[in-house]
């Protein structure tokens, strides 16, 4: 048999997630975000549940690819366009949205000889300083793009530095507000935290994440929940190990925890090789036999250790629940000093993945 660990992928609470999000921008047009693996849950195992969105945006070719072959008509967004002017055609081919960030990439669009035109969402460098045309720019790369016989719909997109801050979003705001004002056209500028907070940034299309699979943008899962949101992975594996050990022993490497008196311990198979934080520390919470359990010690490569002291019915081969509807990923994050965002787009690809 091989190693016990399990991640779960709910659909119901992808679908769920969806509508939620909906109702939060009624009348917007929605990109499902499925970068990363789909944040770690695998494009393959999340995007039927995903199939009432409207687009799918992501970053690799063959995933886009990946999509249309399996019957997704809907639209499909580059996040980050093309990497080299020999995609275009493919892009071309396939009706594909791309994101254009940088000079080269208008030059290579003039150069190329398509049949078909490209859908073009053009990146506007707002606050965020990491891609796209600054405002001295914007308008002027606009009129360009609008004129090429390569290109048949144009949209301006841009993304917030720092959206649970409602006066960095004011100021971003107020700069796309100047380009739309000379420039009217289709806009896309929100990201989950935007959705949820500030409805003036929907635009015509929104872009969520991170909510889509039942985390928190901001790491505080109450501030989701309250939504109704739902996680859709469920990270489980079983004990493989049960240790008796005395008082005043060592757990684990370097003994960072002590034991104060007798203690049952349980061995998971689990560890950071998986994705599981190695910053995880003494306490963080794990769920076991219908109660919370704690980590002791330090996480290992494969492993990690847990008290037993209140679950009586633990023994080898028990489920234990590592994140999911029990324990919240964003808690276990917050303990390790992290995101929900790094730890489900870190999980190990080796992991075996169920649809449920
Ligand atoms: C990742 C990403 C998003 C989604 O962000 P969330 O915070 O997960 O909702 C939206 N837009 C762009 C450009 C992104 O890279």
Request: glycine letters at 6%; proline letters at 4%.
């Amino acid at each position: 048999m091989s190693r016990p660990i399990t991640a779960i992928i709910k659909t119901s609470s992808l679908e769920s997630n969806l509508d939620i999000i909906r109702s939060h921008a009624p009348n917007k047009k929605i990109w499902s975000v499925v970068k990363a693996n789909a944040y770690g849950h695998r494009l393959h195992a999340v995007w039927k549940g995903l199939k009432k969105t409207d687009g799918f945006a992501l970053l690799n070719l063959h995933e886009a690819i990946f999509l249309r072959k399996n019957g997704w008509k809907g639209a499909i967004l580059l996040l980050e366009g093309f990497f080299n002017p020999k995609e275009l055609t493919i892009i071309a081919y396939y009706n594909l949205t791309i994101t254009i960030h940088s000079k080269w990439q208008i030059q290579a669009i003039k150069r190329a000889t398509l049949k078909f035109p490209l859908n073009i969402y053009v990146k506007f460098n707002s606050g965020m300083n990491r891609f796209g045309f600054n405002e001295k720019i914007i308008l002027n790369v606009l009129e360009e793009l609008n004129s090429l016989k390569q290109i048949s719909t144009l949209a301006l997109m841009t993304h917030f530095s720092d959206s649970n801050n409602i006066e960095k979003i004011k100021e971003q705001m107020k700069k796309i507000n100047n380009v739309i004002q000379y420039f009217p056209c289709t806009q896309c500028y929100a990201n989950s935290s935007a959705i949820l907070w500030h409805p003036k940034t929907h635009g015509t299309w929104i872009r969520p994440g991170i909510i889509l699979y039942g985390a928190s943008p901001n790491g505080n899962w109450k501030d989701i929940s309250r939504n109704g949101f739902q996680p859709v992975m469920t990270l489980q594996s079983k004990l493989i190990a049960i240790q008796k050990i005395s008082a005043q022993e060592y757990i684990g490497y370097k003994g960072t925890y002590k034991t104060e008196k007798k203690r049952r311990i349980g061995i998971i198979a689990c560890g950071y090789a998986d994705g599981y934080p190695r910053n995880a520390p003494t306490g963080t919470p794990v769920w076991i036999h219908n109660t919370k359990s704690r980590i002791l010690g330090k996480v290992c490569m494969d492993t990690i250790t847990i008290d037993l002291q209140h679950c009586p019915y633990a023994k080898i081969g028990s489920n234990v629940e590592l994140w999911g509807k029990n324990i919240k990923v964003d808690e276990i994050a917050t303990l390790s000093g992290t995101l929900s965002y790094e730890l489900l787009s870190k999980l190990s690809q080796k992991i075996k993945m169920k649809i449920q």
